[in-house]
């Protein structure tokens, strides 16, 4: 079962403007959640995470927010770039395991 | 940087033949993992390693996959006898403590034909 549900297959934003990734998951025993990137051909890379204490986490262009109650998940960049076209992952653990469950992914392409 | 190193990169096999894919993770994270990846779909966990030991392998097809980590360190995935549904990414990673990122190889390409 897809415990970790990313609904929009795709996103298109303006280079410059806020780009939104959402993400919502299933299993309330999920404590840390992370955001990850992945270019075709390669691995993903860590972008972000947030533990399950807090509500926001800020990374420079990017931000976590997480919304216990409603079970949902949102990266926020702001201002988006062309480079940052790709593909984004949402993925969360299940406390004290290491066990980490992904969604199916978001590709984002940021128009010059 | 410490870097998962994952080989081959790429590999193309007939069905029914036999295929092993090797991971090395980062020095001293004892967490690795083995994912999954079809296109279009996110990485599906097939194995968890903690040290040695197996944590998580209820993805795993049994009948024709297998995992081992036997000193802690470097794993082999290998699947026998290959089939065509087979043909997808296959994602090696690892993390050195609970609730902490995990770090990606580049994964090997497989083509089953």
């Known amino acids: 079962d897809q415990q970790v549900k990313q609904n929009s297959p795709s996103l298109s934003v303006q280079e410059g403007r806020i780009s939104i990734l959402n993400c919502d998951y299933t299993?309330?025993?999920?404590?840390?959640f992370l955001w990850y990137k992945k270019y075709p051909a390669e691995g993903p890379t860590f972008l972000i995470s947030?533990?399950?204490?807090?509500d926001k986490n800020e990374d420079g262009r990017f931000t976590v927010f997480l919304n216990k109650s409603a079970k949902h998940l949102s990266l926020h960049i702001v201002p988006s770039q062309p480079g940052d076209s790709a593909v984004y992952f949402c993925?969360?653990?299940?406390?004290?395991?290491?066990?980490?469950?992904f969604g199916a992914g978001t590709r984002l392409t940021v128009k010059p | 940087e410490a870097e998962v190193a994952q080989s081959p990169r790429y590999k193309i096999t007939e069905k029914s033949q036999a295929v092993a894919f090797w991971c090395d993770p980062i020095?001293?994270?004892?967490?690795l993992y083995w994912y999954r990846q079809i296109l279009g779909q996110g990485p599906e966990l097939l194995v968890q390693?903690?040290?040695?030991?197996?944590?998580?392998d209820s993805q795993l097809p049994k009948d024709r996959f297998s995992a081992e980590r036997l000193k802690g360190v470097d794993s082999t995935l290998k699947i026998q006898p290959a089939e065509l549904g087979d043909s997808a990414m296959y994602l090696c990673?690892?993390?050195?403590?609970?609730?902490?990122?995990?770090?990606f190889g580049q994964g090997t390409r497989l083509t089953v034909v």
């Open positions: 020095s001293g994270h004892a967490t």
């Open positions: 990673a690892s993390s050195h403590g609970m609730n902490t990122e995990a770090f």
């Open positions: 299993n309330s025993m999920f404590d840390y």
């Open positions: 947030i533990s399950s204490i807090k």
């Open positions: 390693f903690q040290d040695e030991s197996v944590v998580d």
């Open positions: 993925a969360a653990i299940v406390g004290g395991s290491n066990d980490m469950r």
